[in-house]
């Protein structure tokens, strides 16, 4: 059996000029060990959730993701953004997507930073510590989450690699 091509569908067209698009969606099958539930989505955002370190991966681009999520790790009062060498290698590790839900960690981690080369902050070349210290003090979570949208995450799209260090 073959399905018709519904771009030549004329009913969905016009359901979809009624609708104001011309784009097609992207859809994912929801599969509960790869995408997040509304629970889950909101634990994260409103008290975290205390993780095994095998069950986050990064991204290319080193962020931390957490099935189909990016998220932060709290490390006292600093917390991760990306997998760095300052990254906590105790269990369980306390992922969260909010501020609030970081207990307690409320600075930036200069490594992930760094990592990042996050707008240009570049800690190690001497020339630009000043500038590199404007970009740590006006670090900005939402301004983050802007420009390294935390979810959704597409097991398809985005390559996700294990963290490579480990607890002995």
Known sequence: MSLPDFTEFDPFNS?????????????????PTLHLTGIERSDLDQQGLSVARSDLRSLLDFTLV??????????????????????P???PLHIATSLAALAGASRVCQACL?????????????????????????????????EFHKYPISEKRDIRKSLTKSVS
């Open 15 to 31: 359901l979809r000029a009624r609708m104001g698009t011309d784009r097609l969606g992207f859809f994912e099958l929801f599969e």
């Open 89 to 91: 290698l105790s269990e």
């Open 66 to 87: 957490y099935k189909n999520s990016r998220v932060l790790i709290a490390d006292g009062h600093n917390y991760h953004l990306a997998e760095c060498d300052a990254m």
């Open 114 to 146: 760094q990592k990042l080369q996050y707008q240009g902050y570049d800690a190690q070349k001497a020339r630009k510590e000043g500038y590199s210290r404007q970009v740590l003090d006006s670090f900005s979570l939402t301004r983050f989450w802007s």
